[in-house]
């Protein structure tokens, strides 16, 4: 029986898990890694794309997903944060979308399906990484013209259909709109997950996570925290949140933000710290667990998790954390 995460946020604070990338460069690989019984003939250079490595080096992707189950993540996501057709047009490789998504979302499901076998009491969930794009729908990459746009929302709901399709068929639990910088991308997103659910016949609940670039506390595309969640308050989604740009202790009033203004599961994965001079996260296991802790505190979050930086030593110790307190109630739930 497939297990409900609505009634395990109910019960506890879920943990999502820490970063793929940071994971990936642990392993030194080379050129031939990314072209591995795939595409081997493919005339441009891969690596780096990330992505493609559920498909040539699985073996990999399936340990990284391992081990933050193992330090206590509840949730992982796939290894498909760059699996649009858009991002992948600057491989060549475009035609190549639904495959990447199908693969990751695939092994992810095999590795969660284990743990959960393992322990039926705390079943594992995958959530299908839907990432920004490279593209943007609300700002000009030309600053001599404001007007252009290097895509259209026809098209970028076009490419989120196809890797929403590839994610679902995979076997994802939930749909991840993370890293959000312009709102406008993201409703392309949910537009298509819509469109691709309904096709389906199916119902994946919907996490969204937006980004605050800076220290104004706004969107890439000008937002505030309380106009971007406003902006995608009529999707029936199942938690909102924020990940990625800023570490723990700086995202900590916008997610009071969200606390008082949502009436949805509230999510949070920040980086490890601010980047370094040499685009290095210095923070702890320990020293995000501090920070992190602070919100639990004051009852601020559902699910709780790591960005850039972080490692299965740093999910840890957020997930003993995690561990001492009781879920934030939201409204639907208090009343």
Known sequence: MKADIRKELEKRILVLDGAMGTMIQQYGLQEEDFRKGCFEDHT??????????????????KEIHAKYFEAGADIVETNTFSGTSIAQEDYDLAKSAYDINYHGAKIAKEVA??????????PRFVAGSIGPTNRTLSISPDVNDPG????????????????VKGLIDGGSDLLLVETIFDTLNAKAALFAIDEV?????TELPIMVSGTITDA???TLSGQTTEAFLISISHIPILSVGLNCALGASELRPYLQ?????SDFFVSAHPNAGLPNEFGEYDETPEMMADQIEDFLKENLVNIVGGCCGTTPEHIRE???????YSPRKIKELAD
Do not use: C, H, W
């Not at 441009?44 to 992707?61: A, F, Q, V, W, Y």
């Not at 957020?318 to 001492?324: F, G, L, N, P």
């Open 44 to 61: 441009s250079d891969l690596k780096g794309n990330n992505d493609l490595l559920s498909m040539t080096r699985p073996e990999i992707i």
């Open 257 to 261: 933000v969200l606390d008082q203004k």
């Open 318 to 324: 957020i997930a003993d954390v995690a561990a001492k």
């Open 113 to 122: 399906d284990e743990f959960t076998a393992k322990e039926p009491n705390k």
């Open 197 to 201: 659910q309904q096709e389906l016949g």
């Open 148 to 163: 252009f746009r290097a895509v259209t929302f026809e098209e970028m709901v076009g490419a989120y259909k196809e890797q």
């Open 216 to 218: 104004s506390g706004r």
